[in-house]
């Protein structure tokens, strides 16, 4: 804001200003609007581009996430994280062989891309339904390739589908002290493996720790988290909890 102050017509300032917006204040029409603002200051600007597209598509504007992410893309074609992007913004508008597209473009820049890796898993799993075929893009990492939370959640969804609920419960057990994972991501995670594999009285305390940690007013909370709330609500069988969360979570993209 400081620098806004000392110089609105600054491009930096306003994409800055827009990821304040976004992950400060959850304001994702404002964090679009400074965006939509460095574009009239630099046209061509690829980071600009590249944070409209992410605040359109927390609007839920889908396919003017996607043209914006085109636009990024074109702007900065060597850029791996940048192509990444466009293909989750391709996946949502339904465009599956241009994500897998983007995606294996963003692996060709990049070759030890986790996050692409992880996402070109859930891809093949959702469009083709192929639990091994899904493993087999995890597999295929190149060694070297730093470890990461997507990739470790998609694996442990991958047991989960195979029902192998020992070794997802083991490997959940790891991600805390191998990423430093926060106490609610540990919490859903052994909650929903220990549901999913039908022990609801090993799942309680999990939710219960969701509900605790959650559970309260607070200015940092996030759609996701709101989200995480309401299933944890909804599988202590508190049913107008989980839609009062769920709402909420749905209020924060209007």
Known sequence: RRALTLAPNLPEAHVAMAQVYRFKDHDFKAARDEAQ??????????????????????????????????????????????????????????????????????????PQNAE???SLSRLKLRTTGDIDAATRVLDSMPTGTPPNLSVSDQRI?????????????????????????????????HGNVEWLAGKEAQ??????????LLGKPSLDVTAYDLTSLGLAYARLGRADDAVKANSAAMAMFR
């Open 37 to 110: 603002r460095a574009l009239q200051l630099r046209p061509n600007d690829a980071d600009a581009f590249l944070k409209l597209s992410w605040m359109e598509s927390h609007l839920g504007h889908f396919d003017a996430a996607a043209r914006a992410g085109e636009r990024a893309a074109a702007l900065d074609p060597n850029d791996s994280f940048t192509a990444f992007s466009l293909a989750l913004t391709r996946d949502m508008v339904g465009d599956y062989p241009g994500a897998q597209q983007a995606l294996m473009r963003a692996l060709a820049i990049d």
């Open 116 to 118: 692409a890796y992880a």
């Open 157 to 189: 969804s991958l047991l989960l589908y195979r029902r192998d609920f020992s070794a997802a419960r083991t490997l959940a057990a790891t991600l805390a002290g191998q990423f430093g994972v926060n106490a609610l991501h540990t919490a859903m995670l």
């Open 203 to 212: 799942a309680r305390p999990f939710y219960l720790a969701v509900v605790d």
